[in-house]
Each structure stands twice: as C-alpha cells, then as structure tokens.
C-alpha cells in the first residue's frame, strides 16, 4: 500500500478510478463521469435512446444513504425520478490502485457532505398501525421505507400495532438510551399516542427531549409528514426521516375534568370537528367524507354557541406576519437547517425543559381553576369554527395555519362566524387550498399562549384533540415552548409561511 497519494489519483476531491471513471466530491452533489453509467440512463423515448450522451452524472448528497469500501467502492443513494417511486440503487467500482488511505478520507466526506447535520446510522423504533388509513402501512413499510432505511445501515426494531393505545404503552415503557427516533408509519393518531406516551413517564421531559418523533404516512391526512418531510408520500418521506435533522417542537396539554393529555397538531370545535369526526359512517366515500361532511353543514348554517378565554400574544394578522417574518429571519440568519433547538426562537418564555422531570407544570392551571386575570373571554353566538393549530399542513392541501412555527412557543388560533352566506363559506373553505385563507376578512388569525373552550346551549357535540374525539365539555389548553422532539427535512415547517410575510414591517 502507497504511503501517501499519488498525486494523479487524489486532485481536489476527486477520485479517479480505472475506465476512465472519476467521481468528484461537488458542491451539492457527487458527480460522476462514467460512459457505461451515462449510456445505461440515457434518456430514452420509446425504448431508443435521443440527446446527447451525458457526460457527467450529479448524485445530489441528500439522495446519498451509504457509502463503503472493501475491494470495491459501493456508493448506495435513493432514485430521485419523480415519475416512479423511489428506489435504492447502488453504484459499485473496483478500486484499483486506489489505496486505503485515500479512498478512506473520501468515502468519509461523502457521508459528511451526504448527511450534513443529520444523525447517521440511527436506532429506530418502528411502529406500524396495520389498520391506518387504507391499510396498506405493512406493505409501504416493507416496499417503500425499509429498503431506504436498511441502505442507510439504520438500526431497526419494528413492532406492528395490534390494537389502538399500544403505541401509548410501549412509549411509556421504551428504553430510551436504546434508541435515537419512534417512527411511526401511520396516520397522526399513532403520532399522538407516541407523545403521550412519553407525556405519562416520571421522565416525560427527558425522554421527549431525547427520543425524535418521525412520520411516514400511512393514513388519510397525514399532517406530520406534510409538516416535517414536506410529503405525504411514504418514499421522499423516508429519505426525509433518514436525513432528518434533530428539531424541537412546541407541544400543548390539554386539561379536561381531572384529565391532562398531549395535543401535538390541533384541537377543533365547530364544522373541521364535525366533518371529520362526525362523518366516520361514511368512511367508504374515504377523503370525499370531510368535504361532504364541511358542505352539509355550511348549508345548514350551523352554529356552536360557546365562550372562549385567551391568553393572546398576536391579535391580528399583520402582527402575526410580522411575528413569522421575525422567526423565519434569525433562523436564515442560524443557516436555515441544522439542530434546531426552542432557545432558539421562542418569543414568550425562556423555559427551555429542563431534563429529567416528568411533563412541565401547567403555567396557567386546569380547566377547573379560576381564570387568570389577563386572559380576554369573549361569548361566541354563531361560532361556525374554532381551529387551533401546531402545525401548518393539517392534510396535503389544506395549510389552515400558514403562520404556524414549530417552536415559537405560541398556538395559532383560527375561528370564523358560522352564519356566512354559503357561496361566501365555500369560498373560505377552498381558499385553504389556494393559499387565501389567511388573508380572507371573514377569519380571525391570531397567537395564542393559552386559551380555555366552554360549549354553551349544546347538549352534546364534537371536540377533536389531533384527530380523536374528546366528550363535549370544556376545556382548556397551554403550550409548551419546544417540549417535543421531532425529525425535521430543513428545522422548520415546510409550508410557505402566510402570504408576503417577508415584506411585513419587523
Ligand atoms: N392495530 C390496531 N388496530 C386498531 N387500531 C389501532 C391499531 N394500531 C393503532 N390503532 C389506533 O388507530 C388510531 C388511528 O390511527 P392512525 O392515525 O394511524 O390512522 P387513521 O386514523 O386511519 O389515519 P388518519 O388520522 O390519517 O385518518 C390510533 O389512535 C390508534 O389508537
């Protein structure tokens, strides 16, 4: 073996191999000049090859899962062809002449520039809800996600779900120094259980700091995924997980009677409540069921009498625009992605968790305790929506809370009359997926620290707490700046931020 390298062999980060094949260590990518390679991805029409033959082919590093060398140079990475789903692939090269000790410093800054930030090799916890959404979560699991993961040479222990609170039970008892990440490849309802699991141990805070959440979605909405990998496709969704970075997210308790729960993405009460939770009978007509469901109501001009208390930090939407753009700056001025942590970018409270407790003592007590003295009540008549957000993306297309930051230690709260015209309400309803939602004058957008709900004149009714239902009755809610870990594609949401944030006065 060489003691040093030949000079011919090393030049900048590129490492020539035999055949005339050289692969460079580029900018964003690893780029690879090989004639076999370029005539086997030629562009074809029909089966016969047009254009020119590439001469160079760029691997982007965050398609890059793995990279070794024995003999051979065996560079693993995930296709990026958006008309087919992704797959694992391998590029593998004799190395010659090439001696160890230059191809050992380029296949480590391969990993580095491939994996940035991101954790490689994580031990992952992997829970699989068989029954969510359609049910194709075994077969995603095994077709989509695992093959990635093994790629990526993470460590795998994987349970399937047999029944609902199973994921509560095994997160209350998980090993947490056995493992770096719960993965959950459902719907947001097993995400729930995973941080409520946490939520009931005597380290709650510990282990919610320690152990990442991560989505691949299986289920209908898939809030998570949309929110964290910028997907709700299970394949670009598990490369997101795998080059997850590290983020803390704000989490809320939820207090109802003597009852305190987690709520990681939303609590709604009014038409969103009822038209998903209230048209479960029509699960055959599958996501059809919500819009029929929001129409029927909209004509019936349904309205939920009730009173709401708030503790508000933004109340309008220009200072919550301001509010984002502020966020949004420091973190590009942090670089945009990396660890992201709630001391970074929390605005009402410098209670960064503190480890080895259980959950954080409510700041503002339970629904049962007298209402602190700021909080604004206002009695709602003709309520038609109440909508409180964690997250933006509450299912692809539907980004209700655009203002949404994952740990600005603040909720985004959304209501509207519920006595608008129907063409007027239908118009609200699609201006969600249009991106006009936030700006339309019949919804209030404002941030939150804490808020208590109290149904009046209403027997019985739906409250939804992420997705499952909780008995009508009041209660109230609290944010916690950053007390949930999760895997992030880039540290923050993926969603666009409400409209012209970047130019909203500082
Ligand atoms: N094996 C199982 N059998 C029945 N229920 C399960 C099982 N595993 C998990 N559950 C329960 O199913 C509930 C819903 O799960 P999940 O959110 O994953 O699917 P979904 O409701 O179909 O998806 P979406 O919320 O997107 O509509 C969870 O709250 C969980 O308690």
């Known amino acids: 073996m060489a003691e040093s390298a030949p000079a011919d062999l090393v030049l900048d980060r590129v490492l020539t191999l035999d055949k005339g094949v050289s692969l460079t260590l580029g900018n964003d990518a690893l780029v690879v000049r090989d004639k076999d390679l370029a005539k086997r ?40 062809n958006p008309k087919t789903k992704i797959r694992c692939e391998k590029l593998q090269y004799s190395l010659g002449d ?18 940035g930030q991101a954790q490689r090799q994580r ?32 460590n795998l222990d994987v349970v399937t779900t047999s029944r609902g609170g199973e994921g509560t039970e095994i997160c209350e008892a998980l090993d947490i120094d056995a493992y770096d990440v719960v993965v959950v490849c459902s719907g947001d309802g097993l995400a729930y259980e995973v941080f409520n ?34 997907s709700h496709l299970p394949g670009p969704s598990a490369l997101a997980v795998v080059k997850g970075v590290r983020t803390s997210v704000d989490l809320m308790s939820v207090t109802q009677d003597s009852q305190r729960t987690l709520s990681f993405l939303s609590q709604s009460v009014g038409i969103i409540a009822e038209a998903d939770l209230g048209t479960e009978h029509m699960r055959w007509l599958g996501a059809a069921r919500f819009d029929l469901g929001v129409v029927q109501r909209i004509f019936s001009k349904k309205v939920y009498p009730c009173e709401i208390s708030v503790k508000f930090e933004h109340e309008n939407k220009s200072e919550v ?25 929390l605005s009402i409270s410098d209670s960064k968790p503190e480890v080895g407790e259980g959950l954080p003592p409510l700041r503002f007590g339970t629904v049962k305790d007298d209402l602190p003295e700021d909080w604004v009540t206002s009695k709602y008549d003709k309520l038609g929506n109440f909508y409180c957000g964690n997250m933006a993306w509450m299912a692809p297309n539907a980004n209700f809370f655009s203002a949404a930051c994952i740990n600005d230690g603040l909720m ?27 700006d339309n004058p019949l919804i209030s957008y404002r941030k939150a620290v804490a808020y208590r709900f109290t149904p009046l004149e209403q027997n019985d009714g739906y409250i939804s707490i992420d997705g499952e239902r909780i008995p009508f009755r009041p209660f109230q809610v609290e944010v916690h700046p950053g007390l949930g870990t999760v895997l992030s594609k880039s540290g923050h949401y993926e969603a666009d931020g409400p409209p012209h944030w970047e130019i909203a006065p500082k």
């Not at 160890?100 to 491939?114: G, I, K, M």
Request: aromatic residues 10%.
């Open 41 to 80: 991805n030629r562009t074809r029409f029909c089966g016969v090859a047009i254009g020119k033959l590439p001469t160079e082919i760029a691997f982007p590093y965050y398609n890059i899962l793995w990279a070794s060398f024995d003999s051979e140079l065996v560079i693993e990475y995930a296709t990026q």
């Open 197 to 230: 699991g946490f939520g009931k141990r005597a380290d709650a805070r510990n282990a919610l700091q320690k152990i990442a959440v991560a989505h691949i979605p299986c289920g209908s909405g898939n809030a998570m995924s949309c929110n964290l990998n910028g």
């Open 321 to 345: 625009r301001a509010h984002y753009r502020r966020i949004h700056t420091r973190e590009g001025q942090k670089n945009g992605s990396g660890e992201s942590t709630a001391g970074a970018s």
């Open 412 to 438: 985004d709260l959304v209501t509207n009359d519920g006595d608008i015209p129907a063409l007027k309400y239908i118009e609200l309803m699609t201006s969600v997926e249009t991106g006009k939602f936030f």
């Open 98 to 115: 090439v001696p160890l000790d230059v191809a050992q410093p380029w296949v480590e800054t391969l990993l580095q520039r491939a994996y």
């Open 123 to 154: 031990r992952a916890k992997v829970l699989i809800n068989p029954h969510a959404g359609p049910g194709g979560a075994i077969s995603i699991w095994e077709t989509d996600v695992r093959p990635l993961f093994h790629a990526a040479r993470m």
